[in-house]
């Protein structure tokens, strides 16, 4: 039977030749999800080098937090988008687990993360869940957790408010739409630990702002650093 899925594996591949998940291209052989180009050319914010840094800048301006990185600037209607829209919303959700081991290697290796304990990623309203299948920032984190060499922890936050798309939902009502729509599940999980909050996009910051003021409200002596997979350069004031 292993003989014919082999068999089969191969035809299917020579059919249907794996393509870059951005520009579309094959990939050569040893070259996973991403060609080689794409990667050395993707537009990196090199923000987990910088304490300071506009990501942590526009966060750290309403909690209290570590550290803050984004990776990739999000730039409209690139094949970046799509990959980030192919793993959020057509369930190719082993992208996300590749672009967080990418990430997670960036952040050992930019050194600002060495004293993380622990990995939560952002959760998902369970209704949400169940009709999406997946939450893709526990993808993103179990691949960051992965390159980090720490845990990543699920049920320490939880989502108890259905809340409608921040990206659908006027600037101005944000904050009011995820106001009290966090609560944490496992305090002990937290508590003393240094935390990496982990989400796929970040916008106005009011969704990681509600899940930061939760863990802090629950576990005061936890320590709350940020990763997010992407952000716009128009949301951070530096569009050019």
């Given at each position: ?164 798309s921040q990206a659908r939902t006027p600037r101005r009502e944000r904050a009011a739409n995820v106001a009290g729509a966090f609560s944490v599940g496992d305090e ?53």
């Amino acid at each position: 039977m292993s003989i014919l899925n082999s068999w089969f594996s191969a035809l299917w591949s020579l059919l249907y030749p794996p393509s870059c998940a951005v520009c579309g291209e094959p990939l050569a052989e040893g070259e996973e999800s991403l060609c080689t180009l794409c990667r050395v050319t993707a537009p990196l914010t090199g923000f987990w080098r910088a304490y300071d840094n506009p990501v942590f800048e526009k966060v750290a301006a309403f909690v209290p937090i570590e550290r803050a990185s984004a990776m990739l600037y999000f730039v409209r209607g690139s094949g970046w988008q799509r990959l980030i829209h192919s793993f959020k919303y057509h369930h190719r959700w082993r992208l996300a687990y590749t672009m967080g081991r990418w990430y997670g290697a960036l952040l050992r290796d930019g050194g600002l993360y060495d004293d993380v304990n622990v990995v939560v990623p952002l959760p998902l309203h369970p209704w949400k869940r169940i009709l999406r299948g997946y939450n893709q920032s526990e993808y993103l984190a179990e691949g960051i957790a992965a390159s980090l060499g720490v845990p990543v922890v699920r049920g320490a936050l939880r989502r108890h408010r259905h809340t409608s798309s921040q990206a659908r939902t006027p600037r101005r009502e944000r904050a009011a739409n995820v106001a009290g729509a966090f609560s944490v599940g496992d305090e002990a999980a937290l508590a003393g630990r240094h935390v990496l909050l982990v989400d796929d996009v970040l916008t106005t910051g009011s969704t990681l702002t509600a899940a930061v003021e939760a863990m802090q409200a629950a576990a005061p002596d936890c320590r709350v650093s940020l990763a997010v997979l992407a952000v716009s350069r128009r949301e951070l004031g530096i569009d050019r």
